[in-house]
């Protein structure tokens, strides 16, 4: 099964900084479809996961444009241009090729 | 706008089984897939498996001897089942839309313990 690992698990970041997290898989993530599947989700204090991109680096509907995600086959990265205070919280990536696996988490903290 | 609740008992016993219902509204629960995460107090998610509204299902390894997961198209729901119980097993359990899980229920704290 794929394993996927994040860096750093702990991110300390700086308000209006960029600041940025790692995603790697054991396996590539391109399906025989062509298509990547590889997630990201951010998880506030106290709330439920909210996903900010899919298939890499498709948004998702009100997700401020100073996240952006990129990456391809193994290798995949979260940025976020300028860090707000409203970003706190932990990241996941996910691995969409069943059966699915979730990364550590990162911890964003200012 | 789509709204999924979960729901279930919040205290269950070891070597029982734990059976959690999701009550989707916004939507029909045709023609999607639907899923269960969860995530034990301070530690990451773990997907638990998915179903589509068809009734055919796909399972995490770790867990596919102890889960089953339903649908109900009639009531717009859906279900989780997971049995033998363990201390293990507490966690808050998320329902979500779809398997690349674009929409998330609040979760459901779920503790196993006598």
């Known amino acids: 099964d794929v394993v996927m690992t994040q860096s750093p698990l702990s991110l300390p970041a700086t308000l209006g900084q960029p600041a940025s997290i790692s995603c790697r898989s054991s396996q590539s993530l391109v399906h025989t479809n062509g298509n990547t599947y590889l997630n990201w989700f951010q998880q506030r204090p106290g709330q439920s996961p909210r996903r900010l991109f899919y298939e890499v680096s498709k948004r998702d509907s009100g997700v401020p444009d100073r996240f952006s995600g990129s990456g391809s086959a193994t290798d995949f990265t979260l940025r976020i241009s300028r860090v707000e205070a409203e970003d706190v919280g932990v990241y996941h990536c996910?691995?969409?090729?069943?059966?699915?696996?979730f990364g550590q988490g990162t911890r964003l903290e200012i | 706008q789509v709204q999924l609740q979960e729901s279930g008992p919040g205290l269950v016993k070891p070597s029982e089984t734990l059976s959690l219902t999701c009550t989707v509204s916004g939507v029909s629960i045709s023609p999607y897939y639907w899923s269960w995460v969860r995530q034990p107090p301070g530690k990451g998610l773990e997907w638990i498996g998915y179903?589509?509204?068809?009734?055919?299902?796909y399972y995490n390894p770790s867990l596919k001897s102890r889960v089953t997961i339903s649908v109900d198209t009639s009531k717009n729901q859906f279900s989780l089942h997971l049995t033998s119980l363990t201390a293990a097993d507490t966690a808050v359990y998320y329902c979500?839309?779809?398997?690349?899980?674009?929409?998330w229920g609040q979760g459901t704290l779920v503790t196993v313990s006598s």
């Open positions: 996910m691995q969409g090729i069943p059966p699915f696996a």
């Open positions: 179903v589509y509204y068809s009734g055919s299902t």
């Open positions: 979500a839309r779809r398997r690349d899980l674009d929409y």
